[in-house]
């Protein structure tokens, strides 16, 4: 009997062991999951001091991934994402978002109206703005000094293994779609050849996909040449200055990234604290600093510098906006998409 | 229930626990989803259906298993290459530094793969520091392309399963009869001759241990593919990931682990047709 | 001269084994923050170190789930180990069998199928489920480890015990753990090394505020690391190395004794 008694405590002990190793204590946290290089560490930290809100970060980098990671997560798992258009109209018809309370927002008239009800979700009922990108060409000037006007003229010879591009399906076959003057979110089967076959071609060019931070490829000079998010442009330009920006004349890829709150999630009030925080003036001020996308922050945009106001790459022209493309959801056609890339890679 | 039940209980349990909600029940959920289909964007509906069967079977993908196996394939010879005169030369040595030269070759492992990846990645780059030193030296004129390519990803794959070869081959060689070597020798039998001819047939439960440890993990490290190729090739690894975590298509993803896991019993079967012995693998 | 061309040799391949992890040491003393040239020295990555919470975070996540899942995976594989060689029971081929899978399925399989349970059962991504899953595949390396052993002790020796009048309780605490020990801790020191090491099955079964070293690294490959992680990696390299330098003169010194005997 004395056996048992010991065996009993031992598994107690033991299981005891295995729990405290992995529970926490009920401090007030707010699970955020964004993109990759969005937030500087420093604003999340100053947030952490001012709340007393512990903020648990995690990153994906692409819409995709943050759709995977929502849905195969427990219900309320995450609390805050950053979704752009048309992940969010898909995740508002999958019902998965929220209904936003803007009243808990004290800062929501920061945003510039002009950012405000898009057609991925008119009257901005599930999500709000947070910055916009495009897709802009990076050309370092030491090296090459061509004319670039156009996608088509990335395919010149010269630039054997000397590009470098964001690794995300949509956005590159995108833009094999628009170099050959399609829509940018086709799902005609022609179309798709055409752009596969361009970007064979394109193939022996490209260095590398990299969709979180082609700028390293241009600021260590492993690539010359990059087709990347503006603000890694402008980035990488803040390293070396003989870069060059180009948007090509078939329009460039859009994105607007928006806060939204997953369905269930269970620190609710922590991230309205936290959108609140970041649409705060001098908050955005920070971001936008360290990643210098288009703010969307009227507020803030009366306090940046000359620096990003005249740098295209940050501050992009009204008219790129105009003349550009944003993803589309594309339902069950997206299975075409993914195939092509796996052909391509 | 009396003590000695109880023991038996104590005992048993957690090994039967382990083995059927750990193992049994995820691999078994991934066979049942693998026939499932998959609902636009991201669900899976529980109607019973081979098309995901019968799309891995799809040229495109075909040949990103062939590739997979290409690359697995010269990982696990050019690990036998540079394992076997490595074993070799450290087991001429005393027992004393035997002992601390294998505990050396572990050392590296005891930081994480993707660290030492990072590592290459400074090595290896345009402006790395290779590339820097023989250019300092006068020995190249241009860069060389070392990564972002084939090169890239043979070097870290060889590189992170390299221990898996060695550490197999080592016990196995350390049991060689020295007087059989010997004896060969004295037999005027040549270097070569011996190699072949008595070392690699009692050293081959170790090499086949090795060869399987090393070719299966090489077919699935994405990362490996990602950090060193650039992103540009896709084996095995990359493909399942994205099912998962960016095409959602779970169904589909399942469907190609479980071809991967055949290929890998294949493989298992083969190690045991030649006289492997399971108990052998991952002991080290 | 055989005996030169064999040491330049094992020269030759401890560079290749060593050297990423030298020019990470190197570079975390640079005082240039591009790890491409080194400049000069500089201990201000260290301080920069111990201002960055996330890293340290990351470092603290990675020790508690190498911690807790060595010790939990080497008293069930050990515990395991022994119910498997002295009980028969129902299905103990099929259990022995199914053991091998972790060790020899690539890895990725293992972690989508993790995943993929975690989300039927709708469990929350975090520490808890990293630690199961590297739980998963540390305890059949311990129990392969630990059987090796196993296979070699002397039967007659428990028999005698409880002969004597020894309880299972002691059999099992004074006679059997001791005898094993070897295989025990070459099982703990196994799943330690692939606890550290894995990168594919934590990449999938990660949640929020389970941030480990390696994803941290991983994400940040991507944006560009800054030094600071390669003095991290220094001070981690530093830690393990002395730990593993005792086990082996430990080991070496249980050697001699083999030898004196």
């Known amino acids: 009997m004395r056996n048992i008694m010991k065996i009993s405590v031992v598994y107690c002990l033991f299981m005891a062991f295995l729990l405290s190793g992995c529970?926490?204590?009920?401090?007030?946290?707010?699970?955020?999951l964004?993109?990759?290089?969005?937030?500087?560490d420093s604003v999340i930290r100053s947030f952490e001091k001012e709340t007393g809100i512990q903020v648990n970060y995690s990153t994906y980098s692409s819409n995709e991934e943050c759709l995977a990671k929502v849905s195969s997560a427990k219900k309320g798992t995450y609390d805050l994402i950053f979704p752009s258009d048309y992940m969010i109209e898909i995740m508002i018809k999958r019902e998965m978002l929220e209904l936003l309370d803007q009243t808990q927002l004290q800062n929501v008239g920061n945003l510039d109206t002009f950012y405000l009800n898009q057609s991925f979700d008119p009257g901005n009922r599930y999500s709000l703005?947070?910055?916009?990108?495009?897709?802009?060409?990076?050309v370092n000037r030491d090296y090459i000094s061509d004319e670039i006007i156009s996608y088509q003229d990335l395919l010149n010879e010269k630039y054997y293994n000397n590009i470098t591009l964001i690794d995300d399906q949509r956005i590159i076959i995108g833009m094999a779609l628009l170099a050959n003057g399609y829509d940018m979110n086709t799902t005609d089967e022609e179309a798709l050849e055409v752009a596969k076959d361009w970007l064979l071609q394109l193939k022996p060019n490209i260095k590398a996909f990299d969709s979180d931070s082609p700028k390293n490829f241009l600021v260590t000079e492993e690539a010359d040449i990059a087709v990347l998010w503006n603000a890694e442009a402008a980035l990488a330009y803040q390293e070396n200055n003989n870069i060059e920006f180009i948007y090509p004349k078939e329009g460039s890829a859009l994105s607007m990234d928006n806060f939204?709150?997953?369905?269930?999630?269970?620190?609710?009030?922590?991230?309205?604290?936290f959108i609140d925080y970041i649409l705060r003036a001098d908050v955005m001020k920070k971001i936008i600093e360290s990643y210098p996308y288009k703010n969307v922050n009227q507020a803030t945009q009366t306090l940046l510098g000359t620096d990003y106001l005249y740098n295209i790459a940050s501050n992009i022209p009204a008219s790129i906006i105009e003349s550009g493309f944003y993803v589309e959801n594309i339902g069950e056609s997206v299975k075409l998409y993914d195939k092509l890339w796996a052909e391509i890679k | 229930m009396n003590s000695k039940k109880l023991w038996k209980f104590f005992f048993i349990c957690p090994v039967i626990i382990y083995v059927s909600l750990l193992i049994a029940l995820p691999l078994i959920y991934i066979l049942l989803i693998s026939f499932f289909q998959s609902d636009y964007y991201g669900g899976m509906i529980s109607t019973f259906t081979i098309q995901n069967y019968i799309d891995v079977f799809d040229q495109v993908y075909i040949s990103v298993f062939l590739k997979s196996i290409f690359i697995a394939g010269i990982t696990t010879f050019i690990c036998i290459l540079i394992s076997y005169p490595f074993v070799l030369a450290i087991s001429h040595k005393k027992p004393r530094t035997q002992k601390i030269l294998m505990t050396l070759v572990m050392v590296p492992f005891l930081t994480n793969s993707l660290i030492r990846?990072?590592?290459w990645l400074v090595l290896l780059r345009k402006s790395g520091v290779i590339n820097q030193v023989l250019m300092g030296l006068g020995v190249i004129q241009e860069p060389l392309s070392l990564m972002y390519n084939m090169i890239g990803i043979i070097i870290g794959m060889v590189y992170t399963l390299l221990p898996f070869m060695i550490l197999p081959l080592y016990s196995s060689v350390s049991t060689v009869d020295p007087y059989l070597l010997e004896a060969s020798s004295d037999l005027g039998a040549s270097k070569m001759k011996t190699f072949f001819k008595i070392i690699v047939p009692q050293t081959l439960p170790g090499l086949f241990n090795g060869s399987l440890m090393v070719f299966t993990p090489a077919l699935g490290y994405f990362f490996i593919v990602d950090i060193l190729g650039g992103g540009k090739m896709m084996i095995l690894g990359n493909l399942i990931k994205n099912q998962f975590l960016t095409a959602r298509n779970w169904p589909f993803g399942a469907a190609i682990s479980i071809v991967l896991v055949l290929i890998t019993s294949l493989v298992i079967i083969a190690y045991r047709k030649l006289g492997g012995k399971m108990e052998d693998l991952g002991g080290a | 001269m055989k005996k030169i061309g064999e040491n330049l040799y094992l020269v030759l391949i401890f560079v290749f084994l060593f050297l990423p992890i030298l020019v990470l040491i190197l570079f975390s003393f640079n005082t240039s923050s591009l790890n491409i040239i080194f400049e000069g020295f500089t201990l201000h990555w260290y301080y920069d170190l111990f201002q960055n919470s996330t890293l340290l975070e990351s470092l603290f996540n990675t020790l508690i789930v190498a911690g807790v899942s060595t010790v939990v995976s080497t008293v069930i594989g050990t515990i395991s180990a022994y119910g498997l060689y002295k009980y028969s029971f129902k299905g103990k081929n099929i259990v022995n069998e199914l053991l091998y899978i972790p060790v020899v399925i690539p890895e990725i399989v293992l972690g989508i199928s993790l995943l993929s349970v975690y989300t039927l059962l709708q469990l929350e991504l975090g520490l808890f489920t990293l630690i199961l899953a590297h739980i998963c595949f540390c305890i059949p390396f311990v129990i392969i480890s630990v059987r090796s052993v196993l296979e070699g002790i002397d039967s007659h020796i428990s028999e005698a015990a409880s002969d004597l009048g020894a309880s299972r309780f002691q059999i099992f605490t004074k006679i059997i753990i001791p005898m094993l020990m070897p295989g025990i801790l070459s099982g703990a020191q196994l799943a330690l090394t692939l606890s550290l090491d894995d990168v594919v099955i934590s990449y999938f079964t990660a949640g929020p505020g389970a941030n480990t070293l390696p994803l941290q690294?991983?994400?940040?490959?991507?944006?560009?690391?800054?030094p600071d992680v390669n003095a991290l990696i220094t001070i981690m390299l530093c830690f393990v190395f002395v730990l593993l330098m005792v086990s082996t003169v430990v080991q070496?010194?249980?050697?001699?004794?083999e030898v004196s005997l």
């Open chain 1, 23 to 32: 529970s926490k204590q009920d401090t007030k946290v707010v699970n955020v």
């Open chain 3, 217 to 226: 690294v991983y994400s940040m490959i991507k944006t560009g690391i800054t």
């Open chain 1, 129 to 138: 703005p947070f910055v916009m990108a495009s897709t802009v060409i990076a």
């Open chain 1, 260 to 273: 939204a709150i997953p369905k269930g999630a269970k620190h609710q009030s922590e991230a309205y604290q």
């Open chain 3, 252 to 257: 070496l010194r249980r050697l001699k004794k």
């Open chain 1, 34 to 40: 964004n993109w990759s290089s969005y937030i500087p």
């Open chain 2, 117 to 119: 990846m990072y590592g």
